[in-house]
């Protein structure tokens, strides 16, 4: 990462808690590793971005519904689903410092100052050879990598390194009082993916929604994974949110869905005015234990291009299994070719704090203002796309006297049922337009003396900061009509 992006970075994770988005989580107690906390704008950012995801997949698709299934679940959920014995990472600890590293995520990093220092070629084929030694799980060839290129630890300086190690992700925990002499009769896992709960209702929601292949489950929701290389904000957190959707198909489709969904979800992002050019594709050498294909969509966050979603072609691994551990049937019967089978499934997973960081990376902006008089001006403002802006409308009255207020309270009752306003009278409209701009706010109506004589405003836009006049009694349509989904 340059230092002009680390500082990028860190401007936004600082601007993030100073306007009340994101905190660090129980942060009196100097915060805990790789949690946090979201604030008033946060919250309701985030809320946007999930209910933006929800419609566009429920509302908009007449074949896909939505659960919310519990956190917890059965045990042997997370042995069918091979979560007991495949979800884990390749570690290795440096011996001096005792810290423990992700083994791709130490030569990605070695990758990224190669390149900082013009070696592009070289942290080229680091990676692509790291990729194949991943895909064969060849170990023994990794750590011959790591010592090949001297990689030390960053705390200890050292390349003191032990051998490379698996380490499950699963959190547990007990569940229920009752003691019992073997221990591990009363685990549960916090589920590492919100999927398993999607496939373990296949039946209960094909039966109850009435659905025909192909159709799709949806569901958002907390997901809990121990991460060992628990860093860079809220990319990778130990405690996140998912949105997943699994689409169950006819065994042999599995490659036009695939294709179909890369698309369908690109397009979601570019719905929301992201450029096209801040997203890529990776294809996956080492595939996870359940999928056939798969692919990353990339956004070029401050810290490089880095997964938000994944699109995973996941076979019928998941409903076999499951199948197979609780010894009930989860076939479909096809009238149109008359065949029962175990559907096949193609998943689209996103992180919802993932999303959240790529829009306040998208967003943020730090703006010199050249004004009338020739001086220079600078404003942070966050271009966030207007349909998922935490605040929607702020109503400012010029002064608070005059019947000024009054007006534009009346204003604020008005649209407050169809988007979320903000009323404010305090400080100069200068100061409280940079307040608005600071946390996204597209639209600022200014109410002042002439709103007494004609009914008209001042509506002021975020990112142009051009200003019209228009009747009080427009705004309402013409903000629905401008935040239409
Ligand atoms: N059900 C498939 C699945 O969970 P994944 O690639 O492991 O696949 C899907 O995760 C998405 O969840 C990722 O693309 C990412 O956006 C998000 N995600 C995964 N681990 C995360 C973490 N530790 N912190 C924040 N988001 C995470």
């Known amino acids: 990462m340059s230092i002009q992006q680390e500082n990028r970075f860190q401007a936004i994770i600082s601007h993030a808690k100073e306007y009340g988005f994101v905190f660090p989580s129980s942060e009196i107690y100097d915060g805990l590793s790789a949690v946090y906390d979201y604030g008033p704008y946060g919250s309701e950012l985030k809320k946007n971005i999930r209910d933006y995801w929800w419609k566009s997949m429920t509302q908009m698709h007449e074949n896909i519904v939505g659960i919310d299934a519990a956190i917890f ?50 942290a080229d084929e680091l990676l692509q050879i790291m990729d194949a030694l991943l895909a064969k799980e060849d170990y023994a060839g990794l750590k011959k990598l790591i010592d090949d290129n001297k990689i030390a630890c960053g705390i200890s300086g050292t390349a003191n390194w032990t051998d490379i190690r698996q380490f499950n992700l699963m959190f547990k925990t007990e569940f229920g009082a009752v003691a019992s002499d073997n221990p591990d009769d009363n685990i549960v896992y916090l589920r590492p993916e919100t999927a398993q709960g999607i496939f373990v209702n296949f039946l209960n929601v094909q039966k109850t929604a009435r659905l025909k292949i192909p159709f799709g489950i949806a569901q958002v929701g907390k997901a809990f994974r121990n991460e060992i290389v628990a860093r860079q904000f809220i990319f990778r957190m130990r405690e996140f949110e998912q949105m997943e959707m699994q689409f169950f198909i006819r065994p042999g489709t599995q490659k036009e869905w ?28 080492k595939l996870a234990h359940y999928a056939d294909a798969a692919l990353d969509i990339e956004y070029q966050f401050p810290i490089g291009f880095k997964e938000v979603e994944g699109i995973h072609s996941r076979t ?71 349909k998922i802006a935490p605040i929607k409308l702020a ?86 009509h401008l935040l239409l989904f």
């Open 73 to 122: 679940m059965h045990p042997t959920t997370w042995k069918a689903s091979g979560h007991v014995d495949n979800f884990s990472d390749p570690m290795i600890d440096n011996k001096d410092s005792k810290k423990r590293y992700r083994v791709d995520h130490l030569l990605e990093a070695h990758a990224e100052k190669l390149r900082e220092i013009g070696e592009e070629k070289e």
């Open 258 to 285: 695939y294709e179909y969904w890369k698309e369908e979800r690109l397009k979601w992002h570019l719905s929301l005015g992201i450029p096209r050019e801040k997203y890529q594709f990776h294809n996956h050498s």
């Open 316 to 386: 019928d691994f998941d409903l076999g299994n499951h199948q197979k551990y609780s010894g009930k049937k989860l076939t479909y019967f096809d009238n149109e070719i008359n065949q029962h089978y175990v559907p096949y499934v193609i998943e689209t997973s996103i992180g919802l704090d993932r999303m959240f960081l790529l829009i306040l990376s998208h967003s943020y902006d730090e703006e010199t203002i050249l004004k009338e008089d020739g001086s220079k001006d600078s404003r942070v403002v966050l271009r966030i796309p207007e």
């Open 395 to 480: 109503v400012l009255p010029l002064v608070k006297k005059d019947g000024l207020p009054e007006i534009a309270r009346s204003i604020v009752s008005d649209c407050r049922p169809y988007f979320k306003c903000f009323y404010e009278e305090k400080d100069a409209i200068g100061r409280r337009y940079r307040r608005q701009d600071a946390i996204g706010t597209p639209f600022c109506v200014t109410v002042d003396h002439q709103t007494k004589e004609d009914g008209t405003v001042t509506l002021r836009y975020r990112d142009t900061m051009q200003q019209e006049r228009i009747h009080q009694d427009e705004i309402k349509n013409k903000l629905q």
